[in-house]
C-alpha cells in the first residue's frame, strides 16, 4: 500500500526510482538472512532500505534504536513505525530529564537523523497500525472468499 503510493510520487518525479517490497525480490528457496522491509531502487542500485516496525509497545520501538544487538543488525536500514507510535516515543522523549540518559540519547538522534520514522518518503506517512491491520484483515478476507470459490466449498 505504502511501497505503491510511494512509487506512484517517485515516478511522477523521475522515472529511475522505484520503492520495492523486499520480499518479492527474494526466492524463497535460497532466503536471505535480513532483508530489508522496503529498498528504494534507482534503476542501478539500493539508495535506501526501510524496515517496517509495528510493534504494539514503544519499548520494542526503542530497543531496535538503542540496543546493541538491534543497532547492529539494523545498521543500514531506515525503522519505519506508525505515526501514533512515532508520537509515543516523542512524548516519551520530552518527558525526560536533561542530561538525557545515553538510551535516550540515541533515541534523539535517531529521530534527529531520520533514522527513527513514519514516513517512507517525506510526507508520505505510513498509515495508522489501526488502518494498516484493517487493509490486512480486508486483503485475507478477500483472499480466502476468492480460495473458498475456486475450491467450490
Known amino acids: 500500500m505504502v511501497a505503491h ?16 517490497v523486499a520480499a518479492e525480490l527474494y526466492d524463497q528457496e535460497e532466503p536471505e538472512d535480513h532483508p530489508a522491509d522496503l529498498l528504494l531502487w534507482d534503476g542501478k542500485k ?21 540496543q546493541p544487538k538491534w543497532v547492529k543488525y539494523y545498521e543500514n536500514e531506515i525503522i519505519v513505525t506508525h505515526p501514533e507510535k512515532l508520537a509515543e516515543v516523542r512524548q516519551q522523549l520530552a518527558e525526560q530529564k536533561k542530561p538525557l540518559t545515553p538510551r535516550w540519547e540515541k533515541v534523539e538522534k535517531a529521530l ?34 476468492r480460495f473458498q470459490e475456486k475450491d467450490g466449498s
Open 5 to 20: 503510493q510511494a512509487t506512484k510520487q517517485y515516478i511522477r518525479i523521475n522515472f529511475t526510482r522505484v520503492l520495492v
Open 46 to 66: 539500493v539508495i535506501k532500505r526501510y524496515q517496517l516496525k509495528s510493534y504494539k509497545n514503544t519499548r520494542d520501538l526503542i530497543a531496535v534504536v538503542t
Open 112 to 145: 534527529k537523523d531520520g533514522r527513527l520514522t513514519d514516513e517512507v518518503k517525506p510526507g508520505l506517512k505510513v498509515p495508522s497500525r489501526e488502518e494498516a491491520q484493517k487493509v490486512t484483515d480486508d486483503f485475507l478476507r478477500k483472499m480466502f472468499k
